[in-house]
């Protein structure tokens, strides 16, 4: 009965003469070389700890908890150490990376109610990470199945770290810069949503002043580039010229040829080598495609800006083309001279072969990146979670408090204005610009997830990885000053690859069987962005990363210096570790043979499920110059209207388009557009509520359905391999075999990043309702009695 269990809770804790757990604890905090240190929350030597007694409560019928028979006096630091601690020969330090400071005696708190359970152990802080070393050795049956061998449970890369408070007197306070009072508890809030509470009531007041300057220090203050550890990891790092990375990094002029050749683009586009020593612009990168009627000297005249950039190709010959604007405030004659530029750029790629070309200026039809900025600051405050207590009081307007972070509807427009640029490439036959300042942040966002939609390669896990490279690494993303790995600038800080992430998943979890690669994988590289040891999220373009390499900048990596790149999940994970990163129930699609090949090769068909639909004829040559005229008024700063066409009229298309496409059956292999109505749209789970065991699902979600797959192929593997060996033939080497998921009954929503946790009950009312309907005095007085919330209510 949650009710009565509640109740007696609440009146247990409220008698004066009973010391509840707190209190106990706080007495006598158990030193490190005592038995009961480091004992997990809720079991003490083997016996339950008297505060899990009053939190499961009596129910009228339980055993009342017994008092504490030994009360110590005596603090940690008088009683004598006869054994270090084992965990401090085990400190784990990567090539290059440097002890700064430590701590003895820290407990890590566990978040429950509050209280200052725990487990004891030494903190420490080097120039790649915050480690905390306890006693809390894991068994075979708690050790987690997806481990990544960078960074451990209890660690925090210096990146990862998004805030750090200090509690005094029970006041939560944010640390920075030099500090004239030192907290008694560090409570430091990471970029991947998880929260550590670290008590120093216990520790010596002179690690207590280092461990907390050191930290707020190298994790707060701005940086310079070069002192990152990044480079003091490729610098000392042994290399390895073995690995075969089978993903297209977009940096040789090759690469792009082939995806040319790959998407039929290469009769009208081709492939620049002008920008090589960087002499067209820093921003873009050493080679790249536009349309091949433009000159040259066109592309030289501006840095690059008023250029149409290719990104991708449609089977129907369409194209998805992205442009960095001019800026909109200049002066008349410079804003002159730009628009006779592009009025000429226009007029060389609207004559054939190519067909008519579409304008989007992202900026006046998605949110900016101040707007995406503020919304996800809302939203992960939701996630943040100090204690159960917190918890369970936001849960009753959890739902209300989502909607007001704004954060699922941007993931709803982008979606939507993809869905937009797919209906003109597929349904119109029209080539779409997608216009940006910078063309480095939203154009990225869209131009990829058009090419997830449309392009069933990019749903592979190579392919995805490659579409990373070309169109956010290559594209020129700032991810240095978007995450402010640097912390010099916040204004400049926004979570856009994340946004694309969280609108991948949305595809991910509603056609599982079309991507190759799972959203623990998604979740991955998302924790990923915060490893210095991977130059992929650490550079704002491919200028600055060849800038800051020794030597002659490109290619220059010596035998000495290497920068790795996170494609190569063997530096996180181990082949076991690795097979949860790919989908089951993923089938590859059909290769078609030489007669199919000649016979649909000059058509550009590919098995797309979109209905038949009455193709637009293309618009009369007038409404190209129209169209231009119009857009280079709004890039110059004029107020026109967003679209030539009706809002009306886009609706009508748009509705049609998306609603005849989801009345057809769907095709894995083809064309995929996301429900974006309401209910569509769904909070990723697995990343951001992953740390709050109060949120998870036992035995259910999404694991229940992976672990019977997975068990089911472990078998079929297992037969195939006794078939094998009875008729004498040799396992081919490249099967591996899949992890055995132990103690399956104990998996739920937390996996793989963590077993079956302890959590709090739930309370039939939330404690500040509790407190509204009367006084604690009279509660404490009351009998048990079972609460109906119908006669609160």
């Known amino acids: 009965m949650g009710g009565v269990n509640y109740v007696t809770r609440r009146r247990a804790a409220l008698q004066p003469e009973e010391p509840d757990e707190e209190s106990w604890e706080e007495l006598v905090p158990p030193p490190p070389s005592c038995p009961l240190a480091g004992t997990a929350a809720g079991s003490w030597g083997g016996r339950e700890a008297p505060g899990a007694m009053l939190g499961k409560g009596a129910g009228g019928s339980g055993a ?85 061998m960078i960074i451990g449970e209890n660690d925090i890369t210096l990146h990862c770290i998004d805030h750090i408070y200090g509690v005094y007197d029970e006041k939560k306070k944010s640390l920075s810069g030099q500090l004239k009072k030192y907290p008694e508890k560090l409570i430091i809030y990471c970029k991947d949503l998880r929260v550590f509470h670290f008590c120093l009531r216990y520790t010596k007041e002179e690690e207590v002043k280092r461990i907390v300057s050191g930290i707020v220090h190298h994790s707060q203050t701005p940086k310079l580039l070069k002192r990152l550890f990044l480079f003091s990891y490729a610098t000392a790092a042994p290399t390895n010229t073995d690995i075969q990375n089978q993903t297209v990094m977009f940096d040789a002029i090759k690469d792009w040829r082939e995806e040319l050749e790959r998407t039929k683009g290469n009769m009208k586009y081709k492939v620049l080598s002008a920008n090589e020593a960087y002499k067209v612009s820093e921003k873009l990168p050493l080679y790249f495609v536009v349309p091949m009627s433009l000159s040259e000297e066109s592309i030289l005249q501006y840095q690059g800006r008023g250029i149409p950039i290719w990104c991708w190709s449609c089977h129907n010959g369409a194209s998805l083309l992205k442009m960095s604007a001019f800026p909109k405030e200049q002066e008349d004659s410079t804003s002159q001279m730009h628009k006779i530029f592009l009025d000429g750029v226009y007029k060389t790629i609207n004559k054939p ?33 100090d204690n159960s207590t917190d918890f369970w009081d936001t849960d009753v307007k959890w739902f209300s408090l989502l909607e007001s972070t704004n954060w699922l509807e941007i993931v709803r427009r982008c979606l939507k204005k993809a869905i937009e640029v797919v209906e003109y490439l597929e349904g119109q036959n029209t080539n779409i610009l997608l216009v940006e300042e910078n063309a480095s942040d939203l154009c990225c966002v869209i131009s990829s997830l058009v090419q997830v939609m449309m392009d069933s390669h990019y749903r592979t896990k190579f392919g995805f990885q490659s579409l990373i490279q070309k169109e956010w690494v290559m594209g020129g993303h700032c991810f240095l000053d978007r995450c402010n790995h640097l912390r010099q600038n916040d204004k400049e800080e926004a979570p856009v690859f994340l946004l694309f992430l969280d609108c991948v998943w949305q595809l991910v979890q509603q056609y599982p069987p079309a991507f190759e690669f799972t959203e623990t994988y998604l979740t991955v590289l ?71 090949r000649k016979t649909t090769r000059f058509k550009h068909q590919r098995q797309l499920s979109l209905p038949l639909t009455q193709t637009k004829s293309s618009p009369k040559r007038g409404f190209f110059r129209e169209e231009t005229d119009h857009f280079i008024k709004n890039i110059l700063g004029k107020r026109i209207s967003k679209l030539i066409n009706s809002s009306d009229e886009l609706h009508n298309n748009f509705t049609e388009f998306y609603d005849s496409w989801h009345c057809k059956p769907i095709d894995f292999h083809g064309l995929l557009l996301p429900h974006i109505e309401g209910p569509g749209i769904k909070v990723w789970a697995q990343r951001y509520l992953r740390w709050i065991p109060e949120a998870q699902l036992l035995g259910g979600g999404t694991v229940a359905t992976a672990t019977k797959i997975l068990d089911m192929i472990e078998e079929v593997q297992s037969l195939q391999k006794k078939m094998d060996e009875k008729h004498s033939r040799t396992v081919p080497q490249g099967r591996e075999a899949l992890p055995m998921l132990r103690n399956s009954a104990r998996l739920s929503s937390l996996f793989p990043f963590a077993l079956l946790q302890r959590h709090s009950l739930k309370p039939v009312l939330p404690t500040s309702t509790w407190k509204d309907l009367e006084d604690e005095d009279d509660l404490a007085k009351r009998d048990d009695e079972f609460v109906d919330l119908s006669e609160v209510i």
Not at 574 to 589: D, G, H, S, T
């Open 526 to 596: 998302s924790d990923s962005l915060y490893i210095p040891i991977f130059s992929t999220f650490f550079f704002n373009s491919q200028h600055q990363k060849d800038a800051n390499m020794p030597g002659d900048g490109h290619n220059a990596q010596s035998s000495h210096f290497r920068f790795l790149t996170v494609w190569d999940w063997s530096v996180q994970f181990e082949p076991k570790a690795q097979v949860l990163l790919n989908n089951p129930l993923y089938v590859e699609k059909p290769k078609l043979d030489k007669s199919q």
């Open 353 to 385: 072969p190519y067909e008519v070309l579409k304008t989007d200026d992202l900026s006046s039809s998605l949110p900016s990146l101040q707007d995406i900025q503020a919304a996800y600051t809302r939203f992960k405050q939701l996630f943040l979670i």
């Open 64 to 148: 009342k908890p017994a008092k504490p028979s030994f009360v110590s006096y005596v603090s940690p630091e008088e009683i004598h150490i006869k054994e270090p601690i084992e965990k401090e020969l085990n400190l784990h330090l990567l090539p290059g990376e440097l002890l700064l400071c430590e701590a003895n005696t820290v407990l890590k708190c566990v978040q429950e109610d509050g209280s200052n359970r725990g487990t004891y152990g030494k903190l420490i802080c080097t120039n790649f990470k915050i480690a905390f070393l306890g006693d809390e050795s894991a068994s075979d049956d708690n050790e987690p199945e997806f481990k990544n």
